[in-house]
């Protein structure tokens, strides 16, 4: 398995996935705390249309205009369920609901209806990415990590999402104290003097950003999963905020890396020939730690406390 | 072409498509709004997504049974089969662990749809998978259906349709107090699961025209949509049937007269149309209805506030109010109030005068929390009443001749 392919064909797919996962589930923490997980379900949605309208307008398939197309239909999507939720009053989840659908149908009727046949976008390719694809031809073996010349022909998305990540992890650490107080006593905040809804804000733009990156690379359902699974399942874990981020990532990295290497290895050494789709498998393992985790947490109860304390 | 599809006139499959897909868009309508009603519209979500292992498990099971593998009722049954685990594991996730049901939604629904690509992974590589074709449970398609599928659509649209209509009574009593139709004898969790069986039985039937990752919107656009026009349920649901209805007729329609029209999506787009024109023209809730009042606001403030300036002799700035009062004749364009100017100016102070007087009077507090500074109190109070008041206002009283 760490033989001389290990290095070209399966760690720029492993580094790329757990960054990506790592880079969803902070955030992913804030937004399960405010019950607004399901934010992230909506915005892998609607970044569908997004690319759509930006390969549209600009006839290619560039990292820029996916990246500022899928941002602008974030964008969009959450400004319409703020305007939905308000002038009809209609409760979030619906409003929510609505625009995530419409958008995701309007993405695939312009699919459907614009020649997109020279170019690699379809539907699949959007839920489930192509992590099995990023490989680092230039990369022969360990020692070309430590090569200048070949870590320049590293697939694109590492580095993109490298910096999605550290911008991710600025955010949270800067913004801790008031990210923290508002989640967990909003009314408070409110009275100290925070601005909650600039905060809210925020949170969502960050979560859009570190969706819109890691969509490109690994496809909607590790950006969905990996918003919700990891922190939920740390959530069990401890009742310390602290505590739950490190948990949360310990969880992403272990779901991305075991995923991926069942995927790729699985199938093989139960005497299949074919692999199974990367994307699929780390968002089941990740759906089987927060099992593991429903069952045996020291703190899933709703009270919070470990049991037997 | 297109009036074709429309008059039903596609023949025999694409009719019976039609009219399964607008049946279907009517029982969904109508299911949808008990479930948005009870605040648990994107459940519809993860039941949606968790139907996508089951098609594949289903599809393996029969294939390794020796039979064709994509027999619709059999797909139709995995799907069920694996939507129920979902629903029983979001409820299970809510109930028993510190979860809100949105996490646990987002975690089943991610984790059934990544667990069912993974087994359509290895679909796609056997031998009778190369044209399973299951990736069209994902968006839906019409295109190419048998006879034998298109008529269990229709029949199954129908039979949820009837199944929702028979039930819609506990249905409701359980949206709308939980509490009372509990303590009334019902059985609530019992009512509970059966909503969240017929939103399956929708859910699965739709599979096939809408495709999983749409089907929500079904459920949840429709009712949406039908609470703009009324706060009667039974209204509600009527009218979101009927949304849900022409919906599908519409969608359905619509890809059928040209090639590469993607049924779900059209369907969806269809329903979503039907939504803005709520959003946009309800007469009580809508943005066109909001807009005219606030314009009939504050047309009430300035003329008001007009009136209270020309009383007390304040110079007027406003462009607006000196607009309005120099449209209906109260003020001159020198800005020197005409007769009637003046007559409803003494007026509107004595009402402010009487209000600021029906305040201080305890007997009057309920009439007092009426007072928005633009109710003329002649509308609220009688005669008898205003004399009672004009007793206590600060001005002569009693003066000879």
């Known amino acids: ?309 | 072409m297109l009036l074709d599809a429309f008059t039903l006139g596609l023949g025999y499959n694409a009719t019976l498509v039609t009219l399964g897909s607008a049946l279907l868009g009517g029982a969904a309508g109508v299911c949808g709004t008990f479930l948005f009603l009870r605040k648990r519209a994107l459940v519809s979500d993860a039941i949606s997504h968790a139907t996508l292992p089951g098609v594949a498990l289903a599809f393996l099971v029969m294939v390794a049974l020796g039979g064709d593998g994509r027999n619709l009722i059999g797909l139709m049954a995995g799907s069920a089969l694996s939507a129920v685990l979902g629903l029983w594991l979001v409820q299970k996730l809510t109930r028993h662990t510190r979860l809100a049901e949105d996490a646990a939604i987002g975690a089943i629904l991610s984790v059934f749809f990544g667990f069912g690509i993974v087994l359509l992974t290895v679909i796609q590589t056997m031998e009778a998978g190369k044209q399973a074709g299951l990736e069209s449970f994902l968006l839906g398609a019409t295109a190419g259906m048998l006879k034998s599928e298109a008529l269990t659509i229709a029949i199954g649209g129908a039979m949820s349709l009837l199944a929702v209509l028979l039930l819609r009574r506990p249905m409701t009593m359980v949206a709308f107090d939980p509490e009372y139709a509990s303590a009334t004898g019902m059985n609530v969790s019992r009512i509970d699961m059966l909503t969240m069986m017929l939103v399956m039985a929708v859910t699965v039937v739709g599979l096939k025209i809408v495709g999983l990752i749409l089907i929500v919107a079904l459920l949840i656009i429709p009712p949406v949509a039908a609470r703009f026009w009324s706060d009667n349920s039974d209204t509600v649901a009527l009218l979101s049937g009927a949304i849900g209805a022409v919906a599908g007729y519409t969608g359905a329609a619509l890809s059928a007269s040209a090639p590469s029209m993607p049924t779900g999506a059209l369907i969806v787009l269809s329903a979503a149309l039907l939504f803005t024109f709520s959003l946009i023209l309800s007469p009580r809730r809508g943005l066109v209805a909001a807009a005219l009042r606030q314009l009939k606001y504050r047309d009430q403030v300035h003329m008001r506030q007009g009136l209270l300036a020309i009383a007390l002799q304040q110079p007027i700035y406003e462009r607006l109010t000196l607009n309005m009062l120099g449209k209906q004749g109260l003020l001159r364009a020198d800005g020197v109030p005409t007769d009637l100017g003046r007559a409803r100016a003494a007026k509107a102070l004595l009402d402010e005068e009487r209000w600021r007087a029906l305040r201080t009077l305890p007997q009057f507090e309920a009439a007092a929390a009426r007072y928005d500074g633009l109710t003329d109190l002649e509308q609220i109070l009688t005669p008898d009443q205003l004399t009672e008041i004009d007793a206590h206002l600060n001005r002569p009283h009693g003066v000879p001749a």
Not at chain 1, 21 to 26: D, E, K, S
Not at chain 1, 66 to 72: D, E, H, K, L, P
Not at chain 1, 141 to 169: H, K, M, N, Q
Not at chain 1, 220 to 244: D, G, K, W, Y
């Open chain 1, 1 to 309: 398995m760490f033989g001389a392919e290990f290095v070209p064909l399966s760690l720029p797919p492993l580094v790329i996935g757990s960054l990506a996962a790592v880079a969803c589930a902070l955030p992913g923490n804030f937004l399960v705390l405010r019950r607004q997980a399901l934010i992230g379900d909506a915005i892998s949605h609607v970044v569908l249309p997004g690319i759509v309208l930006a390969f549209l307008v600009t006839g290619s398939l560039g990292t820029w205009p996916m990246m500022i197309g899928a941002a602008a239909a974030a964008l969009v999507a959450v400004a319409l369920i703020e305007a939905i939720r308000r002038i009809g009053g209609i409760e979030p989840g619906a409003a929510m609901g609505v625009v995530f659908t419409t958008l995701f149908a309007a993405g695939v009727l312009l699919l459907e209806r614009s020649d997109t046949s020279s170019v690699h976008l379809d539907v699949e390719h959007a839920l489930m990415g192509s992590l099995e694809s990023l490989i680092w031809l230039d990369g022969t073996g360990w020692g070309s990590l430590f090569d200048p010349e070949a870590l320049a022909y590293l697939p694109p998305e590492l580095p993109r999402l490298a910096i999605t990540l550290t911008i991710v992890a600025l955010l949270t650490a800067i913004f801790w104290r008031p990210l923290k107080i508002s989640t967990f006593d909003p009314g408070f905040a409110q009275v100290i003097g925070l601005p909650t809804t600039l905060i809210g804000l925020g949170l969502v733009s960050t979560a859009a950003m570190a969706a819109v990156a890691a969509f490109d690379a690994v496809g909607s359902i590790i950006v969905i999963a990996m918003f919700i699974c990891p922190p939920a399942a740390a959530r069990l874990m401890t009742n310390r905020l602290e505590i739950q981020i490190l948990w949360s990532v310990l969880f992403a990295v272990l779901s991305a890396t075991t995923g991926y290497i069942l995927a790729g290895y699985g199938p093989l050494w139960l005497g299949a020939d074919n692999t199974v789709s990367a994307a699929g498998m780390i968002a089941t393992v990740a759906g089987l730690i927060l099992g593991l985790a429903a069952l045996f947490g020291p703190c899933r109860n709703r009270a919070g406390a470990p049991l037997g304390a």
